[in-house]
């Protein structure tokens, strides 16, 4: 299937609007699970798109900006593994893998202006020691519109400019080639969950995580919604426990202050 | 003489309406995000309006407001609105402007620890675990249920900011008080899903089958890992990456990459 001038257009005007919504974290359509739909039903098959969107948001689930940090661009891998599943007939799940170098750039790109824009801050600096929001704010505001406006370009190139040679690309690949890409999609979530861990877990921690583990692995259910409610149970267990333990040691700190009170007391008698 | 001026509470008020526009402009607090002081450039865009009808016609404090917020900060997306309401409250009551830098600069990291551990740790993994289980099957609830959440999360910034302004100072004990107790909920919660979420989403299927005696093979997957335990490759997997970004520092880009040059190899090799 080819992409259409007009289509390749609608995708980058949809990357500039989900682009800015990632540098401001606001509506999360800038998550796989939305860019995957919206770009699926520009091309046309919506179907592909959720498909597409449930893979992709799970690969890309534990990959957060969390702290400043940036991860693999999932705006990027989300356009480009429909674009390719699309274009070349693979199934999402390889066209995750074949995504991810387009992701990995845009993540470099995000990475330079996380550096480029302080050069703004001294003339930010001006405006606000002279009380001159006007000019502070449209400078403040013009980090947003160069993203958005990368973003747009970017995208269109990779969807509309690439299509051809990386459709060329992947029907040259042998077999085991992109049956090792699909594999590698499936296995891309521990990426993920290993990142997630690596910020949540301690020792303290393991017992839930192997209790999650268990639950999903017998109850079979269509979704994970019962070892979210086992873990929701867990959790209040644990938040009224750690309210008492804060409540007593509170209780213990003024029964020994007390009790050196008195002594002091007796001393003095 | 004009120093003496900012401290005298001749101040304005704040309306419901603007502590509400608070909670929304909060949405620009990574406007101009860099790495020589993350978000303040947005942080005190985000203030302005607030920081202008509060300073009125003193143009002195508010460029003194202005500056002071243009300090290092780097904190939660949806805790920032809290942060905010407090410190509109504080600069309305004419606190010292040296309390108010303290406490936005104590404040910050603690609420991004808790804001993180809440909104990226817990309540992404379960949207997302949840709604992709719909998208799999193509079904379209799963991006609306998740475009949904996320709707609510975004007007959820409006009370954050109103809860910061109301309870002001007093907010500031609770939050130090509770932090550690939230956070360790949301900990137990989020480490419960993504033990679920390993076992569903990671799949590693091992083809080999190994020759015993004549006309006889084991699978290894179905007659050996299964029967141990189910799932224990994804399991084992998620630990060694886990090990790997956390004692040995391994970039998670390396990890990508590694991950595939090894599904392509032992897809190569016909094992996966």
Known sequence: MQVTLMQGI???IFAIISGIDFWWEGFYIFRPMIVCTITGMILGNITLGIVAAGLTELAFAGLTPVGGTQPPNPIMAGIMTVVLAYTTGKSPAT???????????????????????????KKLDTYAANGETKKYTQLALLPTWIVGLSYGIIAFLCVYGAQAPMKDLVNSMPVWLSHGFEIAGSILPAVGFGLLLKSMLKARYVPYLLI?????????????????????????????????????????????????????????? | MESKK??????????????????????FNQSAMNYERMQADGWTLAMMPALKKIYKDDKEGLADSLKSNLQ???????????LMGLEASL?????????????????FGPLAGIGDAITWFTILPIVAGITASFAKQGSILGPLIFFLVYLAMFFARIPIAQLGYTTGT???????????????????????????LIATYVQITV?????????????????????????????????LLYWLLKKKNVSPVILILATFIFAILFSWLGVL
Do not use: W
């Not at chain 1, 008492?244 to 050196?260: G, T």
């Not at chain 2, 600069?91 to 600069?105: A, M, P, Y």
């Open chain 1, 212 to 269: 999650g583990f268990t639950a999903a692995c017998f109850i079979k259910f269509g979704n994970l919604m019962p070892v979210a409610v086992i873990g929701v149970a867990l959790a209040l267990i644990e938040y009224n426990r750690s309210k008492k333990d804060a409540e007593n040691e509170k209780k213990m700190k003024a029964v020994m202050e007390n009790a050196n009170n008195n002594g002091d007391d007796e001393d003095g008698i």
């Open chain 2, 6 to 27: 900012t401290e005298t509470p001749k101040r304005g008020k704040l309306t419901k309406h603007d502590v509400r526009m608070l909670g929304i402009r909060s949405l």
């Open chain 1, 95 to 121: 066209a995750i893998g074949l995504a991810l170098p387009f992701s990995i750039l845009m993540q470099y790109i995000i990475l330079f202006y996380y550096s480029a824009f302080s050069v703004l801050t």
């Open chain 2, 170 to 196: 007093k907010a500031i004990s609770k939050i130090r008080e509770n932090s550690a107790i939230v956070s360790h909920a949301a900990s137990v919660l989020g480490c419960t899903v993504i033990g679920g």
């Open chain 2, 91 to 107: 600069e309305e009551n004419g606190e010292k402007r040296s309390t108010i830098d303290g406490l936005r600069i104590a404040l």
């Open chain 2, 72 to 82: 290092f900060i780097n904190t939660n997306n949806y805790t920032a609105p809290l």
């Open chain 1, 10 to 12: 609608l995708i980058g």
């Open chain 2, 207 to 239: 083809k080999t089958k190994i020759p015993v005696s004549a006309g006889h093979t084991i699978a290894l997957q179905t007659q050996f890992f299964d029967r141990i335990f189910p799932n224990i490759l994804p399991l084992g997997y998620t630990f």
